[in-house]
């Protein structure tokens, strides 16, 4: 949203509010549900005196506070002990991996509280609450559970009548709290969810357990394999598979199903080899070696991988990862099919995964949409027809603006490796791939541009089944968008254009960067950082080559429409056909099919 300027001169005062949603139990105490008896708790786990009843399924208690203000909003138990907050955002890595995890930082002042809001049996209590101790301490004594837990951070003006849905709110989870007891009062750091995809958090597929119950030689055939384990359903099919395979040692073995024995986990529909085109040598195994189970992602398109790797692996809720639907609409809109194939046979950070993924796929980029509450997905792509993009002028919005040129971004030659032989061989190995596609933009490496290679290695394991002319088309649009030198510039605006977020486009017209004749221009920009939490609002973002090189092709309805009599907005959105020299009628150079 975008804050009413008008409310605003009319003297409306800014206030933060931020929300702790804690567990609560459902049961009222001493009723037939909680069975409890003697001094009542306060609905915490941690205070429960009969632990065998309580349920907090879908119950919280909201703890409410705010920056102090002169006239408080009334209805919403908000307690006036906010300090301060600072604000460090996450950011988008364009192609090159997930970006930054956001985080913000609250600390408030500790205050004596009457606990009205807090304990629902605070009337029942013989001693005032005032007189026993101060807020915080006694909210972490009652939820020592916090960590996890969710944070909402609003931000907004004071005005009648007041509403929460008229602020902007952004949310996160409870990592840590400090200073309890101390002057300065306590501080809260909370982190986006973007944190459950930690190198340390998040593995997938998981370590199994099994050992193999049986041994095997070099030559034995097998219809099945019993393993023993005390987890037997490790080895059940992931929803996304109907084939799936173990690794033990440097063999993979391929299998259908699963059988519950005593024990253990019989393997069935046993095949002695890697499924699709991979190839693993048969080895000898005795009891007791390890039996670790494979994820096998066949011919899959890179939105359902990289959600099916978030839910699964960083067990995400489902709710924040659209990968079905938003995800999977943009990705077909704007790349085709261009599906995926690989067999992960070994424990590996989802991280690192979707980071792969989303280099080897022209994705733009992953990362935690803090307003909307999901996890934001975006593919290199021009603006679309008709998509709203804001001027970003001198004039009118800008407070500052540094420009940076962005030369460790450049890649004017792309050495893509793909169709792996053996997964269970280190990625970087450039031996064990059938074969390398070398996409170079001879203009960039030219003398009269950068004069040398700026050289990207990209080792395909996502692209076990790929074509030689998707691998192509891949890195011919990545060397295209980015064999250039393209700048970065860091805003601030006002408060008033706060509605831009992260992967937004807006059109920069500065004199910090202008034309060759020195007049103002405007250029396509794409925001890869977003800072709302200062007087000011702070923007990043990277120059967007994707616009001036690439085009749709125009429909119909565009027939006999030229270079010469099209609008800005088409030329910005459509291939037209360009002179022999590569140019367009007026100089501009000509764009590619996207």
Known sequence: MSYDSDKVKAGAQRIDIVQIDLGACLWTFGDSNCGATGEPCVNSWQSCKAPQN????GNVLTVSICTPVSKLPAGFGL?????S??????????????GKVGSVTIKASDLPHDDVGIDPY???????????GTFWPRLRARWPYYQGRALRWYTGYVYHPFDLANLKCRHYVIENMSGFGGKAGVSIKAKDPLILVDEKRAIFPRKSTGKLATSMTDVSVHTTLDVTTSEPTEYDLYPFETVSAVRMKGEVVQYTG???ITGGIRLTGITRAAPGAYVTEKEAHDIGDDVQKCAWFDDMSPPEIMGRLLILGAEADAAWVPYATTWQTLYSFWLGSQNLTRLVCDPEPVRQQISDILLQSNCWGLWWD??????????FRPAALGESVPVIDDGKNIVNVIINDDTNNVINDCVFWYSQIDPTKAKDDTTNYRDGENTVDPQSISPVELGSTRTKNIFGVWHAATPAATVQRISERLVTARGSVPFVVELELHRKDDAIETAGFIDLQTSAAPSIDGTTQIIRMRV???DHGGRLVKYTARQDCMSDRFGLIAP????GTTWATATDEQRKTYVFIADNNGFYSDGTPGKRIF
Do not use: N
């Open 79 to 83: 307690i006036p002990c906010l300090d």
């Open 85 to 98: 907050i600072s604000f460090d955002p996450g950011d988008v890595t364009p192609d090159d991996g997930i």
């Open 258 to 260: 699963t059988t519950i």
């Open 122 to 132: 605070v009337s029942q209590r013989a001693v005032s609450a005032l007189k026993r």
């Open 54 to 57: 309580y349920d907090e399924t």
């Open 556 to 559: 119909d309805s565009m027939r």
């Open 370 to 379: 803090d307003v909307a509450q999901v996890f934001g997905f975006e593919v």
């Open 528 to 530: 890869v950082k977003a």
